[in-house]
């Protein structure tokens, strides 16, 4: 490798003998079962959850009015007792302490 000359390959010389024209052949496309097939199952499921949503409106219209009561009544006590706004923060902090 002295003065810029290059050292021999180690071994005998390999054969490239019948390599001269040799052109591969280009790919051919895939055929149509290999293509991705359309997006059905997201369309299915979600009409499966739309229709559980749309049956089960009716279920829960009937508790709208309960769930009505209840919140005023919470809020009325809280208009009450300042003191529960205070918990509920301090309850905020513990949990978000908790959760690093």
């Not at 559980?52 to 009015?65: C, T």
């Amino acid at each position: 490798m002295e003065n810029g000359q290059y050292k021999p390959y180690p071994g005998p010389t390999p054969n490239y003998q019948g390599f001269e024209g040799y052109v591969p052949e280009q790919a051919a496309p895939p055929p149509a079962y290999d293509q991705k097939p359309p997006d059905e199952a997201g369309a299915i499921i979600f009409t499966v959850f739309a229709l559980f949503a749309i049956l089960s409106y009716f279920g829960f219209r009937s508790r709208i009015p309960l769930a009505s009561l209840l919140l005023q009544v919470v809020m009325d006590v809280s208009k009450h007792h300042i003191s529960v706004y205070l918990v509920a923060f301090v309850a905020l902090l513990l949990q978000a302490a908790l959760a690093v």
